[in-house]
């Protein structure tokens, strides 16, 4: 196997399937449980890499399919690979560019081979399929990079979902025997199965066989009921080696997070953070806040005064709610490193916590105020 | 008169009227000549403070106008002053709004008291008056503010410039009545008067009457021809007081910043260098650079070779192409950042050249890269 990507249990919280770990990669170490900024387009959304640093950002994360598309792969080769071409020394994930795709609905055709799909761009003709995902993964010299699966839709049928997921093992193999890069590069599988336990089961022993450095728990994410999402976490995380980080792709949102951690989890990613930023909307200690609100206007206390961000160090809420009105690009600016910030000093906390065998706590004290639940 | 400001001649140019100075303010001192970044809402568009400081920025200009109308100087004062607000601790110079006012055309109208108009973004009703535009600076709390004058129209006719000139007079006696924080904030006045060099004399004979801290000269910046504008500065420097800063609004370009130099002005501002930073244009060396141009897809070396800014010692053109192809707001960010470096090193290298007595030749030679002529 890859020496390229070592993982490490160091405390597990005495209560819960909480687990605080490090993993090791060539460009620096991450503490887990972790959130990763995404950067898209080789560039996290309105910030600077060192900004991005500065919140305590470990890893983060770029997409394949877009990259691949413009600037190209190539390109990103030839710079040096994707963290010499954005200035970006620590490890990076990127996805395998399948979930794009398969989200292109009627752009899209899939066969055995892989998908055929238009450009949203352009609509010029490519192809993706795991010998292309890796390729294109190998050339951007990402840290973690991911199986090229295929993501069912939500109302596909179980027929549909057993037969997606057998290829989404083939697909794996032939991702495993593309990928150039092992020395260098972790491939991570992902397990499929919708929500159905047994296929789950199923997918989770196909894939484990591999004896891959990581894996995800893919089909849960973006769009999902939290009912249904935990339904699933409730199993899926037990049926993944103990000794492998387990990734849960496309959350962001603190409670998926503290739901994901509590049953075994440890990496998430999520635009969400730097999307809501750009919309004005800060997550705070008290909860989500709108910047732009009249209560704001004379208000020079900081966005969150529990907060140790540049922005929130800085700026009033004045100020912020000023440049927001006016449309000023600084305003994605500073509350976009401030939502990044807001994520990682939770995480830190987190770590702490079940490194304290008091994540339940924590969780509880944490949404009493975030969600003004009562408790 | 005021202890606010004071200026000082450092060295005079053996063969030109060219002159390196300092200007001590409250806030800090400003080697001149010296480029003025343009923060017009309380922000250099998609730049930090720290990053218009890391570009040698030693003094910046916020705009009257904008900011009585949104957020409104009450809250800029309730915040502290503007340094505060927008977290800028080095020297703030504030325009008086004139400019904008007489802009607004139709919504507006003048009379000896000053001028009702309707802002541009809501249309609500507004009054700018010598008092106001003062009442609005003292709340800002610039180190430099500006009297409030009348931008005559470029058609307007000898008779009409005539008359503006004179309320122009009357209008700084008010502006001076005004002032409430002489010991804090230096008001300059400017000189009117068109194309008519016996009408500049007369105005600038009237304004140095009040002996004020610095001079500006009105009327010969935007949109004018280069011929016309170096016309009216081959004398109307000289009809200011040698021992005065002299300001010459709203020029950003190289060459009128070198013919301002060489006919002993010392300040100027323009919104030119971020505003086409914000359209993919770059100043270099080499003069105006275009990133989305193909043959920057596969360049791997910086924007500009001898800039020693963030972005040219950070990124490659490839990847700023690409941040603009894809509509990055880094790319704002990082072109912003050059462009504003380029000018301020470019005036540093002014200073220089000044105070070696070389700054003809340097003018030549920065012509002849930055605008390919022949010497």
Redesign the interface.
């Known amino acids: 196997m890859s020496k390229a990507l070592e993982f490490e249990i160091l405390h597990k919280d005495a209560k819960t399937k909480a687990r605080k770990g490090r993993i090791t990669t060539l460009h620096g170490s991450i503490e887990t449980p972790v959130f990763m900024p995404v950067g898209t387009?080789?560039?996290v959304?309105?910030?600077?890499p060192e900004s991005v640093e500065d919140t305590g950002a470990q890893i983060i994360l770029a997409n394949t399919y877009h990259l691949m598309l413009?600037?190209g792969s190539d390109?990103v080769r030839?710079?040096?690979g994707l963290h010499k071409?954005?200035?970006w020394n620590k490890p990076i994930l990127t996805d395998s560019g399948g979930y794009q795709v398969f989200s292109l609905g009627a752009m899209r055709k899939i066969t055995e081979e892989g998908v055929r799909f238009a450009s949203h761009i352009d609509g010029s003709r490519h192809m993706l399929s795991p010998e292309r995902s890796i390729e294109v993964q190998n050339d951007l010299g990402s840290d973690i990079i991911m199986a090229f699966d295929e993501c069912a839709p939500k109302d596909a049928s179980r027929e549909y979902i057993e037969r997606s997921q057998a290829r989404t093992t083939r697909w794996l193999e032939r991702c495993i025997e593309a990928h150039r890069n092992t020395d260098t590069q972790s491939l991570f599988g992902i397990m499929q199965g919708g929500f159905y336990k047994d296929l789950r089961e199923e997918s989770a022993r196909e894939i484990v066989k591999f004896d891959l450095p990581g894996y995800a728990i893919g089909g849960i994410s973006v769009g999902e009921k939290k009912e249904e999402f935990v339904e699933v976490l409730d199993y899926a995380p037990d049926l993944l080696p103990e000794d492998k980080p387990r990734y849960v792709m496309g959350i962001g949102t603190p409670d998926y997070i503290f739901e994901s951690v509590e049953r075994g989890v440890d990496m998430f990613d999520c635009v969400e953070p730097t999307r809501i930023a750009r919309h004005g909307m800060a997550m705070t200690s008290e909860g989500r806040l709108s910047i732009k609100n009249a209560r704001f206007?004379?208000d020079?206390g900081p966005l969150d005064p529990k907060c140790d961000c540049y922005t929130c160090r800085?700026?009033?809420r004045?100020?912020l709610?000023?440049?927001f009105?006016?449309g000023?690009?600084?305003s994605?600016?500073l509350l976009s490193e401030h939502n990044l910030r807001f994520l990682s000093h939770m995480c830190e906390n987190i770590r702490t916590a079940i490194d304290e065998d008091r994540f339940t706590e924590y969780k509880r004290d944490f949404y009493s105020r975030y969600y003004n639940e009562e408790t």
Do not use: C, V
């Not at 959304?45 to 600077?48: I, L, V, W």
């Open positions: 387009q080789a560039t959304k309105a910030m600077k413009r600037p390109i030839e710079a040096g071409f954005m200035n206007e004379r020079f800085t700026y009033s004045a100020y709610r000023h440049l009105k006016e000023e690009t600084l994605q600016m």
